[in-house]
């Protein structure tokens, strides 16, 4: 699947109107039990809404508890991030317009990115939808050395992004490029597709004769940002929406900026335990239905991701 690229101009156009707060000033508690939120259709506290359209599809206990539970990590603005002490962006938005569909409720709490999964499979939450490319290696629940941490994931995939590489404003090491990053300080969150990014670069380098890229990973990204903005190292690397945002809204506008183009785009997923194949499929139905009603491309269009959209709902097409 081709990559819809979201451009800085449409994220800035409809960012412009709101009053979001900073990302770096936003971050707080990351721990499951700091921040949560609800977003979605029908249900309160239990029993969900047996006349909406997709509801008979939910596993019986879903629809005994009016409540999918979602595993995120609110530190993405624009995908999910914590404003007013609510969990908002487009994931939540996503979701609310799935909801709506099931008939229940989705209910956001926010963790570290590398815990997600585990929570997952340990039956915790639900789902996972935070931002989480659809990689082979998280469908069979390998690391990032190959071996068997777990049964791994299968994912319903909503939106299409790649990675890219952002320093501070002004540029001050003259990056043009992932390809500069050879012997230079990079800051990553751990446990994601763009730490595995910036490792591949290294291995590349070094295959070039050149030094290695000197990674430097983070349990959360926020640290990885101050870690750039500090000077601590010259670049990050983050995925398109997230750096573009960044680079409006942190400081003013003033903090970040993009360098190069977008790396590996592909697609973002909501992970589902590989046991529980029917939930699977009913996020499926609704996610087409969502596409199909035109709510799916007004939850986007509201924070300026719309480019990223997928065209229909299809599950493990990431490589």
């Not at 409809?14 to 499951?32: I, N, S, Y």
């Not at 815990?115 to 990689?135: A, P």
């Not at 290696?137 to 390998?142: I, N």
């Not at 194949?277 to 035109?294: M, N």
């Amino acid at each position: 699947m081709a990559a819809r690229i979201p451009t800085r101009r449409t994220i800035a156009a409809v960012l412009a109107a709101t009053t979001a707060a900073l990302l770096l000033g936003a971050c707080g508690d990351q721990t499951e039990a700091g921040r949560s939120a609800a977003a979605g259709g029908g249900g309160g506290t239990g029993g969900g809404k047996s006349d909406a359209p997709l509801f008979a599809r939910l596993p019986a206990d879903i629809r005994r508890a009016g409540v999918i539970k979602v595993g995120t990590d609110a530190t993405y603005a624009p995908m999910e991030f914590t404003e007013n002490g609510k969990i908002v962006g487009v994931d939540p938005d996503v979701a609310a317009a799935l909801g709506r569909q099931l008939g229940v409720r989705f209910v956001f709490t926010s963790g570290t990115f590398d815990s997600l999964i585990t929570s997952l499979n340990s039956g915790r939450q639900d789902v996972v939808m935070s931002s989480m490319s659809d990689t082979t290696a998280r469908q069979q629940g390998l690391d990032d050395k190959g071996a068997k941490t777990g049964n791994g994931v299968d994912f319903v995939d909503y939106f299409v992004a790649g990675s890219v590489v952002y320093v501070q404003k002004g540029n001050p090491h003259r990056l043009k490029s992932i390809a500069d990053l050879c012997g230079r300080k990079t800051a990553v969150q751990r446990g994601t597709t763009f730490e595995e990014v910036a490792r591949t670069r290294s291995k590349e380098c070094e295959a070039a004769g050149k030094p290695a890229v000197s990674i430097e990973s983070f349990p959360t990204d926020a640290e990885a940002q101050t870690r750039v903005k500090a000077g601590g190292a010259v670049a990050g690397v983050n995925d398109y929406p997230v750096a573009a945002y960044l680079a409006l809204k942190a400081d003013g506008g003033n903090a970040f900026e993009i360098v190069g183009n977008q790396i590996e785009a592909g697609p973002f997923g909501i992970a589902v335990a590989k046991d529980r194949p029917e939930l699977r499929d009913a996020l499926k139905a609704a996610l087409a239905a969502i596409i199909e009603d035109g709510s799916y491309k007004k939850a986007l269009d509201k924070w300026g991701a719309g480019t990223g959209a997928v065209a229909s709902a299809n599950v493990n097409t990431g490589s």
